[in-house]
Each structure stands twice: as C-alpha cells, then as structure tokens.
Nanobody, 119 residues
C-alpha cells in the first residue's frame, strides 16, 4: 500500500521560507503527475502546485512567483519550496497525484504537514 509522508512544515514569520518534502513508499511516484495541496481551517482543500511526469509545472494564482515545485524520481520525492510566505499560506499541506484531471487515481492521503505563518 502506498504511503505518502509530508514533512518540513513549521512556524515561520511572514516573509520567510519553508521547504516541504513528500516521500512515497510502496509505489513509485515516477508514474504520476504530482501536486501539493493545502487546506486552511474552514476551507476546502485546494491545489497550489503541480508537476507533470515530464516536469511541466503549474501554480495557483495565489502562490505563483513565490512557490516552486520539483521532483526527484530517483529518491521518490516531491518538494515544495515556499518563499515570501504570508498569513494566507497558513494551512495543512499535502501531496498527492493530480488526480483524474491528468488521468491518475488519487493515492491515500497522508497526514500532511502544518505550515503556520505569523504576521
């Protein structure tokens, strides 16, 4: 069974940076287009960044220019670099496939990693 484990979250001041990592066990991520999602209190989960199998990247308007996404297929990891953080970025962050939009099933969701930005 696939297990996704997110890490790297924490408490950071506005304007700071964090680097999130997603490691998969039980399944190679090479076969999937992957994304980072976040869910803020009282809000629905939203996709903030995606990377296709071929390395094409997409970002939500709210993080464009501040976040970057990368993947290391050899290490079976997906990374989200977050810069110029603000209070609106406070959320639990999850990784998963990009789902049916790119023909992939969602994998089991991990626990996520909490990001808290203090203003």
């Amino acid at each position: 069974q696939v297990q996704l484990v997110e890490s790297g979250g924490g408490l950071v001041q506005a304007g700071g940076s964090l680097r999130l990592s997603c490691v998969a066990s039980g399944r190679t991520l090479r076969a999937y287009a992957m994304g980072w999602y976040r869910q803020a209190p009282g809000k629905e989960r939203e996709l903030v960044a995606g990377i296709t199998r071929g390395g094409r990247r997409t970002f939500s308007d709210s993080v464009k220019g501040r976040f970057s996404i990368s993947r290391d297929n050899a290490q079976n990891t997906v990374t989200l670099q977050m810069d110029s953080l603000n209070a609106d970025d406070t959320a639990i962050y999850y990784c998963n496939t990009l789902g049916p939009r790119l023909g992939d099933p969602y994998l089991s969701w991990g626990q996520g990693t909490q990001v808290t930005v203090s203003s």
